[in-house]
């Protein structure tokens, strides 16, 4: 079993930047990638950005080159840092992490929120 706790959301005008991070605990040896998901009203869940133990990146096109997903030394927690955040970036953004089984384990979600 893997625990995720996510952190950082809040309020930011438009072209601010927020800094998210996600924790992992629990049986962190199994972690094989970590990403954030968002989800805005009335919409699907979506990938922003993930990144494997291995250091490989995977983005949404609609956040390359404002979005950056980096680990920790310790390969249990992820960051994703926003800049130049728009109106269209609003929405609950979950973590995830995926273990080498095949399970994947989400956080209980963080509202970032962008206003014009």
């Known amino acids: 079993q893997v625990q995720v706790v996510e952190s950082g959301g809040g309020l930011v005008q438009a072209g601010g930047s927020l800094r998210l991070s996600c924790v992992a605990s629990?049986?962190?040896?199994?972690?094989?990638?970590m990403g954030w998901y968002r989800q805005a009203p009335g919409k699907q869940r979506e990938l922003v950005a993930s990144i494997t133990r291995g250091a490989t990146t995977n983005y949404a096109d609609s956040v390359k080159g404002r979005f950056t997903i980096f680990m920790g030394n310790a390969k249990t927690t992820v960051y994703l840092q926003m800049n130049s955040l728009r109106p269209d970036d609003t929405a609950v953004y979950y973590c995830?992490?995926?273990?080498?089984?095949?399970?994947?384990?989400w956080g209980q979600g963080t509202q970032v929120t962008v206003s014009s």
């Open positions: 995830n992490v995926n273990t080498f089984s095949g399970a994947a384990y």
């Open positions: 629990g049986s962190i040896f199994t972690i094989n990638a």
